[in-house]
């Protein structure tokens, strides 16, 4: 009896980690799981403009995480994706953040962030639009957990983002 007690807990507690991802995700939650070749040819994402995209892990890894930034006005969404074998041809989307509505003055920046100075690309911000060496400060902020494949929100606190230049 203890022992099936046991495994309903662990199937209850895998379930709720396999639905944790597209917490943030809103409407485009369907995008969580598609597979593809280029981000730039994903049909729900026909409304939106390209606005960039960087590889977060080493580039010899096996699994290879991407996170792209695509723009619709003032909406954006963020998706962070891996190629689990450097064969594959595509890439498969683990979680998803949709913005809505970024104030006039912020942005989202992904890849180029760093949190008390020191740099992590896992950090996906909404900081003040700016023309500095970094951007500061944040409104919000959001961790990709490379362990859990997730966006898990994060502490504000310290959080800036360097400033590439051009139009945001």
């Known amino acids: 009896m203890r022992l099936l007690c046991v495994l309903v807990a662990l199937l209850m ?3 709720l980690i396999a639905n944790a991802q597209g917490n943030y ?3 485009m939650k369907k995008l ?3 597979k593809y070749k280029d981000s730039n040819s994903i049909a729900a994402l026909k409304d939106y403009s390209y606005h960039e995209a960087s590889l977060i892990s080493d580039v010899n890894d096996p699994g290879a995480i991407t996170v ?14 891996v190629k689990e074998d450097q064969d594959d041809e595509e890439f498969t ?3 998803v953040l949709e913005f809505k509505n970024v104030p006039q003055g912020w942005q989202i920046k992904t890849a180029l962030c760093r949190q008390n100075e020191i740099a992590n690309s896992e950090i996906v911000a909404l900081v003040k639009s700016g023309t500095g060496e970094f951007l500061k400060p944040a409104k919000q902020a959001w961790r990709f957990s490379r362990d859990k494949r997730r966006l898990q929100p994060m502490d504000k606190l310290g959080v800036d983002c360097i400033y590439e230049g051009g139009d945001d």
């Open 13 to 15: 507690c895998s379930g």
């Open 25 to 27: 995700a809103g409407s």
């Open 32 to 34: 969580i799981g598609l």
């Open 68 to 81: 792209d930034h695509f723009q619709k006005g003032s909406d954006a969404v963020v998706f962070f994706s």
């Open 93 to 95: 989307i683990l979680d």
